[in-house]
């Protein structure tokens, strides 16, 4: 509880420091928190700062329900002992899990929320934010949306989160309860928010440490998925999900970095014929093992120099593959490919900081600005998706962790 005795400061208060973790991701495969960092799974050093910022705080674990007496469970008991508490709940509810595990506490108490991925948070952050929640009564204190997701943290103010557990009734809210801060944000008459008004600075050595400690999280550049996804929070399917809106039954299309063909196989009832293209070899073979739809066709290929004659398709996508490789050679080799008036769906990262990107899988992360930049050398940007994390879109705000242009060809 953050109600500061009389005489002394609110940061000498102790909030409540939630850490969300799970061995498997949204998507189904393994969880990037389960990598090691320097030897240890990311979410011990991630629950190991947590511990060094407020160390007299109570720190919580929120896990979903299937982690029960799983490799989690197990790793976060030899390690920390009776000194973290875990707690388990709904598996596509997030918000659910942080209500439970606080149900005792007064609506007064502070959380802080970290993800259990991002083991290099700003640790000067939370005390901040926690000091202008309480100077303005605010309900929540975050990043702003395009900041290195690795170095941010949330403040939640507990009686808020329950307000909002009430005000999310439909399907369509579902997605809230994995992210509830969007909501509240984007609903400025429930609830009083703020951006944190300490934006930190990091020199660009601190970024390159940061970035090499992280090597072996990001290890493998293309998340998986499987029949064990959870809908709710699964980015990868929700760019298919965004692309399918603008591909139509005649059209030729290329998914281009595929993967193992899960997008094509998607897609592939909806369009007249889909190709992947992988560039590891590997992949592609594993993507026809699993492809039995006829009008999908794997190949091996490099996205900055495909084997595919001009002006070949009717719609190329390129779903996180453009912060992997020269990104000017990626789009003028698409816009070789397409047709006139042909569509390109890219979509990557968004980061404000990007020049130096956290993820060791990615040479270069970009802003709102240069990503458009860099597609209207050769293309006419006609739509932009912010995503702010996983399937959160909040109409006419652009701004986001994640980012999907719909682009034209020009004839």
């Not at 320097?38 to 160390?55: H, M, N, W």
């Not at 674990?61 to 989690?72: K, M, N, T």
């Amino acid at each position: 509880m953050l109600t500061a005795p009389k005489g002394e400061s609110p940061l000498m208060t102790q909030p409540i420091f939630i850490v969300q973790a799970s061995s498997r991701s949204w998507s189904g495969g393994p969880d990037l928190c389960m990598n090691p960092v320097e030897g240890q799974p990311a979410v011990v050093r991630t629950i190991a700062r947590a511990l060094e910022v407020f160390p007299k705080s109570r720190l919580i674990v929120v896990a979903p329900e299937f982690d029960r007496e799983g490799s989690l469970d197990k790793l976060v008991a030899e390690q920390f002992g009776q000194r973290v508490q875990i707690h388990y709940g709904q598996n596509d509810s997030p918000l659910n899990r942080m209500l439970a595990a606080t149900a005792s506490l007064p609506d007064e108490t502070y959380l802080i929320r970290v993800d259990g991925v991002h083991f290099c948070f700003d640790t000067d952050a939370p005390r901040a934010m926690l000091q202008q929640a309480l100077r303005d009564n605010l309900d929540t204190v975050k990043f702003p949306d395009d900041f290195p997701v690795q170095f941010g943290c949330d403040v939640y103010r507990l009686g808020a989160l329950r307000i909002l557990d009430r005000m999310l009734n439909t399907d369509e809210d579902r997605v809230f309860r994995v992210h509830p801060k969007f909501f509240q944000f984007a609903h400025p008459q429930d609830f009083n928010c703020a951006y944190t008004e300490t934006l930190p600075e990091y020199t660009e050595d601190y970024l390159h440490a940061c970035r090499k400690r992280a090597r072996a999280i990001y290890a493998i550049p293309r998340l998986e998925v499987n029949d064990q996804r959870l809908w709710v929070g699964d980015q990868l399917s929700f760019h298919y999900e965004l692309a399918s809106r603008f591909l139509t039954p005649s059209m030729k299309v290329l998914d281009i970095a595929c993967g193992d063909g899960y997008g094509a196989r998607l897609l592939s009832g909806q369009v007249a014929e889909i190709h992947g293209g992988d560039i590891d070899a590997e992949n592609v073979q594993h993507a026809r093992n699993l492809t039995t739809q006829l009008n999908v066709k794997i190949h091996v290929e490099d996205v900055t120099a495909t084997s595919f004659p001009d002006e070949h398709f009717d719609a190329v996508l390129s779903l996180e593959t453009i912060e992997h490789v020269d990104a000017i050679a990626c789009i003028r080799e698409l816009s070789r490919i397409l047709r006139p008036n042909g569509i390109l769906i890219l979509s990557t990262p968004q980061n404000r900081l990007g020049k130096i990107p956290i993820n060791t899988a990615h040479q270069r992360e970009y802003s709102l600005d240069e990503i458009k930049e860099i597609c209207e050398n050769c293309f006419t940007v006609r739509e932009i998706i912010g995503i702010k994390a996983g399937r959160i879109v909040i109409e006419d705000d652009p701004i986001g962790s994640n980012i999907v242009l719909i682009c034209e060809k020009p004839t």
